[in-house]
T-cell receptor, first 111, second 114 residues
């Protein structure tokens, strides 16, 4: 089955950029998503990218997709303390609508 | 945007009892809903796909007799954890698929079995 890996932790200073990485094994995902989860809460959709795109920018968020290397990244510009959370990448298997989630990256923003 | 609710948000039950969790799509019809489980500090794992009017499809390793899923209407799916044990304590999240606009996640239900 699909494996989606993320680094476990990332710590940045307020105002710096954060880059969260995700690698996957199955290239059949049609859509790739980034979700944010705060402690004890559900998932908040941040952004998504179609598999035929290389980059998508949405305000402070930039998603880069390298299909050849099966690598997805989320860059958060001007990171704020309110961005501290766990970030999950997820791929949707074409035709099944099942989400396969990454292992999650815990982002800590230092004031 | 589309809203998915879950009820209850938190539940504590005694070992051996059953507990039902509801997932509702509030402003759209969802022919397909999904149930995920998230253990502390871990990722979400898909448990089953719930299809309106038919039997749920369970992922490998998920006991269908223990996790009963009923999708009786286009806006409601229920997950019943039968004979719950402490190892079933987890965060259960559902998602509902709107054919027109995508898939939306509920806020989650935290189950604690004592």
């Amino acid at each position: 089955g699909e494996d989606v890996e993320q680094s476990l932790f990332l710590s940045v200073r307020e105002g710096d950029s954060s880059v969260i990485n995700c690698t996957y094994t199955d290239s059949s995902s049609t859509y790739l998503y980034w979700y944010k989860q705060e402690p004890g809460a559900g998932l908040q959709l941040l952004t998504y990218i179609f598999s035929n795109m290389d980059m998508k920018q949405d305000q402070r968020l930039t998603v880069l997709l390298n299909k050849k290397d099966k690598h997805l990244s989320l860059r958060i510009a001007d990171t704020q303390t309110g961005d501290s959370a766990i970030y999950f990448c997820a791929g949707v298997t074409s035709g099944t609508y099942k989400y396969i989630f990454g292992t999650g990256t815990r982002l800590k923003v230092l004031a | 945007g589309a809203v998915v609710s879950q009820h209850p948000s938190r539940v504590i039950c005694k070992s051996g009892t059953s507990v039902k969790i509801e997932c509702r799509s509030l402003d759209f019809q969802a022919t397909t809903m999904f149930w995920y489980r998230q253990f502390p500090k871990q990722s979400l794992m898909l448990m089953a796909t719930s299809n309106e009017g038919s039997k749920a499809t369970y992922e490998q390793g998920v006991e269908k007799d223990k996790f009963l899923i009923n999708h009786a209407s286009l806006t409601l799916s229920t997950l019943t954890v039968t004979s719950a044990h402490p190892e079933d304590s987890s965060f259960y999240i559902c998602s509902a698929r709107d054919k027109a606009s995508g898939q939306y996640f509920g806020p989650g239900t935290r189950l604690t079995v004592t």
